[in-house]
């Protein structure tokens, strides 16, 4: 019988992925941030957290020619950090506006990853058990370990 190689390094030499988040400026994804920040420091990896934007369909509705989505993007996201974390960022934290659809861009970042951290906004009552569109796809298509986090309320 062949020998399989490992895949373990048992030596813990390679660092952990970095912890992916994706960052909406919803409730479920400022707590998203701090779940990731505690996670990532307790196991020494850096964070990556993303905010994603595409042009919504038209629909043949009047558009603001000035409108720039990833100037709007990067507002939240930014935004967003300050106010979950304020002058005081983890160390090794990286902040990306991605163009494309967020379940796609969040799956293809979770390649590498150690842990994707998403939030998911629910609809109350029982609906809020439910996990949205985008936490959902994350759930069943990463690449590494997934945790979805509730709105508090």
């Known amino acids: 019988m062949a020998e399989r190689e490992s895949t373990v390094d048992a030596g813990g030499d390679t660092p952990p992925g970095p912890v992916v988040v994706g960052v909406d400026g919803s409730a479920s994804s400022k707590q998203a941030l701090h779940w ?19 042009y919504p369909p038209s629909f043949n509705a009047p558009v603001d020619v000035n409108w720039r989505p990833d100037v709007d993007a990067d507002t939240v996201l930014t ?15 990286e902040a990306h506006v ?26 109350g009552g029982f609906a809020g058990l439910l996990l949205g569109s985008v936490s959902s796809a994350c759930s ?4 590494c370990p997934v945790l979805v986090l509730h709105d508090r309320d």
């Not at 990731?36 to 595409?54: F, N």
């Open 36 to 54: 990731a920040a505690r996670l990532a420091a307790a196991e020494g990896s850096t964070i990556q957290a993303i905010t994603a934007w595409e």
């Open 79 to 93: 935004e967003t950090l300050d106010e979950v974390f304020g002058d005081d960022r983890p160390a090794g934290l």
């Open 98 to 123: 991605v163009h494309g659809p967020a379940r796609t861009v969040l799956i293809d970042a979770s390649r590498g990853a150690s842990l994707l951290v998403v939030g998911s906004r629910g609809h």
């Open 140 to 143: 069943e298509h990463a690449h």
